[in-house]
């Protein structure tokens, strides 16, 4: 088996174990709810190219079209099809940065028995990279802005300590951009 194979394989047991804990910890979750950003119209651009249309906006058919998507990239590579491969992997690691990562860890502090999935949000996003540090912010966002949009755009839930923020961009580099972002907003 190849490498390319086995770690399609890893990502797809990974994104199903998400879905199962999202089932679990958080059935009713939805991105509007936490950033106030509705992600209907971006959920379904994404999802035409593969002929995938999401029943809702909640956050466990978003990281069932993650669990499609990791599939077809299995299939793709045993089937040494590696355009399809690539852009199934590509589509689900910006599913994952654009539409998951960012409000999912946030809100799995304010909720109960959601530990685990945390840490498996965090584990993938240090092997997809989505937002590491880079030496920079210019051209990464508008001026003025964050990984959160302006300033004064804030998540409809607690953050916390500054240090909590801190400590998780610390910790995971493939999301650390996300959190320092979050440490400043917290300490604000």
């Known amino acids: 088996m190849s490498d390319a194979v086995a770690g399609a394989r890893r990502d797809l047991a990974a994104w199903r174990s998400l879905l199962r804990m999202v089932d679990d910890v958080l059935p009713t979750a939805r991105e509007l709810l936490v950033t106030g950003y509705d992600p209907s119209s971006d959920l379904d651009r994404r999802g035409r190219w593969w002929g995938y249309r999401f029943p809702s906006d909640l956050l466990s058919d978003a990281v069932a079209f993650g669990v499609a998507l990791a599939a077809a990239e299995v299939d793709a590579w045993s089937a040494e099809d ?85 400590r998780l961009a610390d910790a995971h580099q493939g999301t650390a951009r996300l959190w320092r972002d979050l440490a400043v907003r917290a300490s604000g």
């Open 82 to 166: 590696p355009v399809v491969a690539t852009r199934a992997f590509e589509d689900r690691r910006f599913l994952f940065s654009d539409r998951l990562v960012h409000w999912v860890v946030p809100l799995t502090f304010v909720t109960a028995g959601a530990a685990t999935l945390r840490k498996e949000m965090l584990d993938l996003g240090d092997r997809l990279r989505p937002a590491p540090l880079l030496t920079g912010d210019e051209g990464l966002h508008p001026p003025g802005e964050d990984s959160y949009g302006p300033p004064g755009m804030l998540l409809a839930i607690d953050l916390g300590p500054a240090d909590r923020w801190t």
